[in-house]
């Protein structure tokens, strides 16, 4: 079945840093989105991605989907204490299912 | 809008009873899932359906049962508690595949 790996899964930083979380499918995706999933809390939708290509940013976010639609990333720039949390990718296949990954943890420290 | 609530939110279960995990959304999605998720883990989908009187399995069916009788609810029932079933479980809702999904707040779930 479609399988979605998402690396790391455990990334610390010194505030300020930057972070990078990658995920990558076995299939082409009709398109991915991004959760942020804070301790304690529920995943909470933060973008979606459809076009080959496509960039978006949200402020210090950055958000990419590979040429091919197999693969996205999201950057934060200069993190903060804030940006704690879990981010969870989640691909949507041409057969109409979505699957998420595992999730990167992100832990800053101050 | 509510949005997705799901009750109760903490629940001790002891080896082989049973409860339902109760979930309604008021956003009138057609699409309803239910996700665990073990401590430091991932989501694993338990079952998701796509419409009223429509259910399927996905990752990690047993040892669970759902039903959607209505669009609003979507209840996941546990028969005979494990320890293994020791976890956070979510409800979420979307429109269609594909769509934004909208998770409950969580339901904390200890098996002793």
């Keep these: 079945g479609q399988q979605v790996m998402q690396i790391p899964q455990y990334q610390h930083v010194q505030e300020g840093e930057d972070f990078t979380t990658y995920c990558n499918s076995s299939t082409t995706l009709s398109n991915i989105q991004w959760y942020k999933q804070r301790p304690g809390g529920h995943p909470v939708f933060l973008i979606q991605l459809v076009k080959s290509g496509e960039v978006k940013k949200q402020k210090r976010l950055t958000f990419q989907f590979g040429e091919a639609k197999k693969n996205s990333s999201l950057h934060i720039t200069a993190t903060q204490t804030t940006d704690v949390g879990t981010y969870f990718c989640a691909g949507l296949t041409n057969a109409g299912k979505s699957t998420f990954g595992d999730g990167t943890t992100l832990t800053v420290k101050p | ?112």
């Excluded at chain 2, 799901?6 to 699409?31: E, V, W």
């Design chain 2, 1 to 112: 809008n509510a949005g997705v609530t799901q009750t109760p939110k903490f629940r001790i279960l002891k080896i082989g009873q049973s409860m339902t995990l109760q979930c309604a959304q008021d956003m009138n999605h057609n699409y309803m899932y239910w996700y665990r998720q073990d401590p430091g883990m991932g989501l694993k989908l338990i079952y998701y359906s796509v419409g009223a009187g429509i259910t399927d399995k996905g990752e990690v069916p047993n040892g669970y049962n759902v039903s959607r009788s209505t669009t609003e609810d979507f209840p996941l029932r546990l028969e005979l508690a494990a320890p293994s079933q020791t976890s956070v479980y979510f409800c979420a809702s979307s429109y269609g595949a594909g769509n934004t999904i909208y998770f409950g707040e969580g339901s904390w779930l200890t098996v002793v």
